[in-house]
């Protein structure tokens, strides 16, 4: 079983419309949730960060984290073109010196 | 711009080969951590660095090795180059072990 997983895409949304990406995690002992969205050919960028089960909003991103059905998603509202990228689920647990385990990515396409 | 710096962007080694990659940490973070990412895969942790000590190591043979420096910049090291080592390679600071991670803009390494 894969340590972190998330559809590979892509997903296609319009412009304008709520994208939303979903990630499971294998470790209950998983402790902090992190969504960082890559442009092709660059580095991975921090978007959001989620400790506690529930919501966390920051500008158009919500991030939702269920630990007991070990489930966090990242909404993306008022999607734009620009938003178009790969973006990707990591997980921080203490048992593993707190390294970060990725999962695959999402490719999500916002069309205009 | 996230503070954390890498060199060089690009680089292209000979198999057999030994090359060094670089990283600037963020001011104020003292863990470090490298990641290798292959095409279309997240990102795989390697090695992650806190206060000069070596605090965890991933599925990676022993001619991948590294150092932190007094100042938390780090260098990673590979020895005998594959043609598999060709992969973009990124360095991520934090400001402690269990808090985000910050990328750097990753250096590209192609192993021909």
């Known amino acids: 079983q894969k340590e972190v997983e998330q559809n590979s895409g892509p997903l296609s949304v319009p412009e304008g419309a709520i994208a939303s990406l979903n990630c499971t995690y294998s470790?209950?002992?998983?402790?902090?949730f992190f969504w960082y969205r890559q442009y092709s050919g660059k580095s991975p960028e921090l978007i959001m960060f989620?400790?506690?089960?529930g919501d966390k909003e920051d500008g158009r991103f919500t991030a939702q984290l269920n630990k007991a059905s070990q489930y966090v998603s990242l909404l993306i509202r008022d999607s734009q073109p620009s938003d178009s990228a790969t973006y990707l689920c990591?997980?921080?647990?203490?048992?593993?010196?707190?390294?970060?385990?990725f999962g695959k990515g999402t490719l999500l396409t916002v069309n205009p | 711009e996230t503070g954390v710096t890498q060199s060089p962007t690009h680089l292209i080694k000979t198999r057999g080969q030994q090359v060094t990659l670089r990283c600037s940490s963020q001011?104020?973070?003292?863990?470090v951590s490298w990641y290798q990412q292959a095409l279309g895969q997240g990102p795989q942790f390697i090695f992650q660095?806190?206060?000069?000590?070596?605090?965890g190591r991933g599925n990676f043979p022993p001619r991948f090795s590294g150092l932190q420096f007094p100042n938390y910049s780090s260098e990673l090291n590979v020895n005998a180059l594959e043609l598999d080592d060709s992969a973009l390679y990124l360095c991520?600071?934090?400001?402690?072990?269990?808090?985000?991670?910050?990328f750097g803009q990753g250096t590209r390494l192609t192993v021909v």
């Open positions: 991520a600071s934090s400001r402690d072990v269990n808090t985000e991670a910050f």
């Open positions: 470790d209950r002992g998983s402790q902090s």
């Open positions: 989620i400790y506690s089960n």
């Open positions: 990591a997980v921080k647990v203490l048992s593993s010196n707190y390294k970060l385990t």
């Open positions: 001011s104020g973070h003292n863990t």
């Open positions: 660095y806190y206060r000069e000590e070596e605090n």
